[in-house]
Nanobody, 124 residues
Framework: VQLQASGGGLVQAGGSLRLSCVVS????????MGWFRQAPGKEREFVAA????????YYGDSVKGRFTISRDNAKNTVSLQMNDLEPEDTAIYYC??????????????????WGQGTLVTVSS
């Protein structure tokens, strides 16, 4: 299974970005999907998760109300719409997938497959 994330970049505080992650190698609907982020010197942090068919979502407290996770199973893609970005959102963002039961998985070690990461930088 391969995950390819894209969409990162530089944006001013208050702006928006949309991250995407394309999954290949196995039926996309086999996986629940998540986004994590890691800022320099900090641990990897859970951002959001979406269930296998998109019927359920879950967000970390720091992004709730600003970020929206969604998936398109026909396009093997999970997206993260990020609005009202803050400098504290600066990090490398990773998409991740798991096929085991239970939703959501909030810890990184609960995910089986990871993308390469995409850098988001928010300037003040």
């Amino acid at each position: 299974v391969q995950l390819q994330a894209s969409g990162g970049g530089l944006v001013q505080a208050g702006g928006s970005l949309r991250l995407s992650c394309v999954v290949s190698g196995r039926p996309f609907s086999d996986y629940a999907m998540g986004w994590f982020r890691q800022a320099p010197g900090k641990e990897r942090e859970f951002v959001a998760a979406v269930s296998w068919r998109g019927g359920a979502t879950y967000y970390g407290d720091s992004v709730k109300g600003r970020f929206t996770i969604s998936r398109d199973n026909a396009k093997n893609t999970v997206s993260l719409q990020m609005n009202d970005l803050e400098p504290e959102d600066t990090a490398i963002y990773y998409c991740a997938a798991y096929s085991s039961s239970g939703f959501p998985h909030l810890q990184a070690n609960g995910y089986e497959h990871w993308g390469q990461g995409t850098l988001v930088t928010v300037s003040s």
